[in-house]
C-alpha cells in the first residue's frame, strides 16, 4: 500500500492507494501517531484508491479515531469504495466514522466547526 | 602450461631465461667487438711488419743498384780504354762481398768496330777471381733476357732470381742496367752493365719475420716463383701459381695475380701449403716487382678471443646458478607465508575458524594479505557468532509462538460429535490456521439442558496481541454467558468488560447464537461479524443479516439487539469468518461474498462436516497453492427435530 501525504492548511489528508492489511497497517498506525505527537489535530483519510480494508485497517483506524476523540480531534473519511463500506458496515464502524463523499466535503466540514 | 607452477618457478624461469638472452646478447656483441678489434690490430700489425721488410729489401736492393747505375753515369759521360774498363769491372767484383759477378756488355761493334761481341766479365769462384769474354757464336747475349729486356724497356732490370751453379747453390738475381753515349746530340744505346748479386740477406731478412707459433712471411718474384719461404722445398722449385694449380685453389690464384701486379691488400688465405686458415697481408718492392707476403695464422690470432669468450661464458653460467639460487630463495621466502595462508583458508573455508594464521613480520603486500585475512577470520567469526546469536533468539520466538498458536488451538473444542448423546442437532468446525498467529475463534456449550449457545468470532490484527484478546474474549463468553440469558445481554456484557483500558483500540466482531433444541429455535446477535447463512429447507439460503451491531471493544456503551428464527428439521446455519470471503487466488483476487453464496446454493441441503470440508475444499482449489493470510474458520449447525 501507498500512503500519499498532502496538507490542506491545518488538514492532514493521507491518500491510502492499494490495501490496508495486516502487512501494510503498521505504516498507517506510525504515519497517524506520529502526525498526532506532532500536534495534527484534524484528519481526512482518502479512500478513493484504497481496493480492501481487512481487520487490522480497522482497528488502525479506530485507534486514531479513539485518540483524537480524547483530544478533541478530528479523523474523517472520504470517497469509500463501495466494498470498503460494506466492510465498515458489517463491523458497525458506521457510527464511529464520519463518512464523505468527497475530499472537498470532508475539508468543507472540518472548516465549519458546528 | 605452467599454470600449476608455483610462482617460485614461473619467477625463476621468467626471470633466468630474460637474463640469459641478455648475457648472450652481451656474450655475441663481445665477440664480434673484440673480433673486430683484433683483425683490425691484426691488419696494422701485418701491414707494419710487410712494409717494414719492403723497406728494409728495398734499401739494401738500392745500395746494390748504385753499383751498376754509377758504372753506367761513368760510361755515359767519359772516355775509357779497354783496360780501363776491366780494371772497372774488377773492382767493383773484388770489393762488394754480395756481388759474385759483373759485366759491361757492348753492342754489336760498339767498343770495337771489328769485334761485334764485346762483354768483359769478372765474376767469384770458390772465392777466386776469374775472367771471360763473354759472346760468342754460341752465346749471342744480345738475345737474352738480361740484355734484351732493359734494351727494350730503357731502364734498368732485375732478373728472376737463379741459382748460380758456379757460386755455390746461391740464389742470385742480376741487376742490368742499360747505358748510354751522346753521339751528336743524340742518346744511343750502347750496353747494358750487369751485376750478380747474392740474395742472401733477403732470406735473413724475410725469414726475420715471425709471428705467434706458425706465421710467417715470404717473398715471390715477378713470375710467382718463391724466393724465401720456411719450407726450402718450394724455393725456386714452385709458384704460387703452380701451388695454386695443384690444390685447384682459385683464390690462391687470384692473390698471386694480385702481388704479382703489384697490388698490395690485407685478405683471408687458406694457407699455401696446407689449408691452415691464414691472414695475409702482401706488398710489392717498387723496383724488381716482387712481392712481400706476411701470413698471420687465424686461430691463433683468434685464440686469444676465443679464450675470453669462454671465460665470459663459463662467469656466465656461474652468475646465471648463483641468480638461480637467490631468485629459489627469495621468491620461496615470499611463496611460504603464502603457502601456509592457502593452508590455513583452507582450514577456514572447510570451517575451521579458529586456525592460527601466520604472523607477518613485514609491512609487505603479503603482510597485508595475512593481515586482511586475519581480519576477514575475525569477522567472520563475529558474523558467524552474532548469527548463531540471532538465528537461535529467532527460533526461539517461533518456537514461542508455535506454542501460543497450540495453545490457541487446544482452547477450541476439537472433538466431534462433541455431544454423542444429543441427536437434536448436529454441529461441526473447522479451523485452518493461517502461518502467522490469528485471532479466529468459534465456541459452543449448553447453558442448560435444552440450550445451546454457540459462537464464532475474529480479533481484529493478527499476532500475539490478537491471540491473547481472542482468548481474554473466549473465555469472558464462556464466562458471562450463564441460563436464561439473552444473546445481546452475552454480547453486552463482554463488550464492557474489553472496553476497559483497551489502548490498543482492539475489536473483535462476534455472531452468537442461542438454540432451543427442544424446538429448533434460535435467537442470536451479532457483533460487527460476517453474517452467517440460513438453509432453510423449504426455501434455500438466506444471509440472516438481523440484529446487527458494533464490533466488541470499541465502546464500552454499545448496545446490541436480538434476533430470532425458528430452523425445522433439517434446516442449518453456516457461519464463517472473513477469511472464508478473503482467501486469495494467485492474482491477489478475493474469493468474496458472491462465489461463497453461490456455491452454498450448490450444496441443496446441509450436513455440516461435508458442507465444511467441501467449502475448505473450494477455497484451497481457488486459492491454488497461494499463502493463506488469514485464519479460516466454519462452524455450522443443523437441526434435525
Known sequence: MEIAENRNENIVILSLVGRLDSNTSDDLEIRILSRIDEGERKFIIDCSYLDYISSSGLRVLLLGAKKLNNIGGHILLSSLQAQIKEVFECAGFTSLFKMFNSKQEAINYLNNPH | MFNNSGIAFKLSLSILSTTAIIFIIILGYNYQISRKLILNNVRENSKNLAFNAVNRIETILKSFEKIPENLAYFLKYSD???????????????????????????????????????????????????????????????????????????????????????????????????????????????????????????????????????????????????????????????????????????????????????????????????????????????????????????????????????????????????????????SGSITKPLRILVGATNAIAGGNLDVELPMSKSNDEVGKLTNSFLYMEQSLKKYIKELTETTAAKERIESELNVAREIQMSILPKTFPPFPDRNEFEIFAAIEPAKEVGGDFYDFFFTDKEHLFFCIGDVSGKGVPAALFMAVTKTLIKAKTTSDISPDEVLTRVNKELCIDNETAMFVTIFCGILNTRTGGVSYSNGGHNPPYLFSKNNGIKVLDGSRGMALGILDEASYTTGSVTLNAGDGIFLYTDGVTEAMDIHAKMYTDENLHLFLEKQKAINPEETILKTLIELKNFSSGTAQADDITIMSIKYLS
Open chain 2, 80 to 330: 775509357y780504354t779497354k783496360s780501363e774498363l776491366t780494371n772497372l769491372i774488377r773492382t767493383v767484383v773484388e770489393n762488394n762481398s754480395e756481388i759474385f759477378g759483373s759485366t759491361i756488355a757492348f753492342e754489336p761493334y760498339a767498343f770495337d768496330k771489328n769485334s761485334e761481341y764485346f762483354a768483359p766479365y769478372f765474376y767469384k769462384d770458390n772465392g777466386d777471381i776469374k775472367f771471360t769474354y763473354l759472346g760468342g757464336d754460341t752465346y749471342r747475349y744480345f738475345h737474352w733476357d738480361w740484355y734484351q729486356i732493359p734494351k727494350e724497356l730503357d731502364k734498368p732490370q732485375w732478373s728472376e732470381p737463379y741459382y748460380d751453379e758456379g757460386g755455390g747453390n746461391i740464389i742470385m738475381s742480376t741487376y742490368s742496367v742499360p747505358f748510354y753515349k751522346n753521339i751528336e746530340g743524340k742518346k744511343k744505346f750502347m750496353g747494358i752493365v750487369t751485376a750478380d748479386i747474392s740474395l742472401d740477406w733477403l732470406e735473413k731478412i724475410v725469414s726475420s719475420i715471425e709471428i705467434s707459433k706458425t706465421g710467417y712471411g715470404f717473398l715471390i718474384s715477378k713470375n710467382g716463383t718463391f724466393v724465401t719461404h720456411p719450407d726450402s722445398d718450394l724455393i725456386m722449385n714452385e709458384t704460387l701459381f703452380s701451388l695454386a694449380e695443384a690444390r685447384e685453389d682459385q683464390e690462391l690464384r687470384e692473390i698471386g695475380r694480385r702481388m704479382i701486379s703489384r697490388e698490395s691488400d690485407f685478405v683471408p688465405l687458406n694457407g699455401i701449403i696446407s689449408n691452415k686458415k691464414f691472414l695475409m697481408f702482401f706488398a710489392p718492392l717498387s723496383t724488381s716487382g716482387w712481392s712481400v707476403g706476411v701470413l698471420f695464422p687465424q686461430d691463433e690470432l683468434m685464440s686469444d678471443i676465443t679464450r675470453l669468450n669462454r671465460n665470459v661464458f663459463l662467469i656466465g653460467i656461474a652468475g646465471l646458478l648463483i641468480l638461480l639460487i637467490l631468485i629459489i630463495l627469495i
